[in-house]
T-cell receptor
Framework: DTGVSQDPRHKITKRGQNVTFRCDPISEHNRLYWYRQTLGQGPEFLTYFQNEAQLEKSRLLSDRFSAERPKGSFSTLEIQRTEQGDSAMYLC???????????FGSGTRLTVV | QQPVQSPQAVILREGEDAVINCSSSKALYSVHWYRQKHGEAPVFLMILLKGGEQKGHDKISASFNEKKQQSSLYLTASQLSYSGTYFCGTEKGDSGGSNYKLTFGKGTLLTVNP
């Protein structure tokens, strides 16, 4: 088991461009989470999947953000028309249903210039 | 509502003890503690469920005072490897323990020097 993998590790994009991040959770984990972390802050909840169903989406996410988890395996997070305020570390985590601990990935650092 | 962590930063010499606090103004179901080293993923340390239990993990332990909605993380005989940012993550009291949505504090930066 290689843990939670996120790709890419770093992304620099121009304002207005679209970006997509990928997360591969631990294979037996049916829960998947996306969090966002800015400098000096703790992770902020964005969205949560149980298997392929997206069960909650934070009000922090505008309509420019969309997340999918087809077939309940990997997940993608897309940001359309990026803004400078989107610059952050995007963390993915997974867990088994009923388990208390998350396993986080190392994150994708997005810089919007 | 974001829990408040204190102190914001602490510097220790190897072997010294430290306490990190996490307070919430809302009723909590659970408190989770994570440690994040620079440039790395947060790593789970332990969870405290309402009921006021205390847990331990090697020389790191924690308590949860349900009445005060406060949790404390105790690091004893600190090691160089303890350096990092410690986050508490809280789950609301009405969540029923669904454990899918944590609200994290801003973190406490712990530096352990030789």
């Amino acid at each position: 088991d290689t843990g939670v993998s996120q790709d890419p590790r770093h992304k620099i994009t121009k304002r207005g461009q679209n970006v997509t991040f990928r997360c591969d959770p631990i294979s037996e984990h049916n829960r998947l989470y996306w969090y966002r972390q800015t400098l000096g802050q703790g992770p902020e909840f964005l969205t949560y999947f149980q298997n392929e169903a997206q069960l909650e989406k934070s009000r922090l996410l505008s309509d420019r953000f969309s997340a999918e988890r087809p077939k309940g395996s990997f997940s993608t997070l897309e940001i359309q028309r990026t803004e400078q305020g989107d610059s952050a570390m995007y963390l993915c985590a997974s867990s088994e249903q009923g388990a208390f601990d998350y396993t986080f990935g190392s994150g994708t650092r997005l810089t919007v210039v | 509502q974001q829990p408040v962590q204190s102190p914001q930063a602490v510097i220790l010499r190897e072997g010294e003890d430290a306490v990190i606090n996490c307070s919430s103004s809302k009723a909590l179901y659970s408190v989770h503690w994570y440690r994040q080293k620079h440039g790395e993923a947060p790593v789970f340390l332990m969870i405290l469920l309402k009921g006021g239990e205390q847990k331990g993990h090697d020389k790191i332990s924690a308590s949860f005072n349900e009445k005060k909605q406060q949790s404390s993380l105790y690091l004893t005989a600190s090691q160089l490897s303890y350096s990092g940012t410690y986050f508490c993550g809280t789950e609301k009291g009405d969540s029923g323990g669904s454990n899918y949505k944590l609200t994290f504090g801003k973190g406490t930066l712990l530096t352990v020097n030789p």
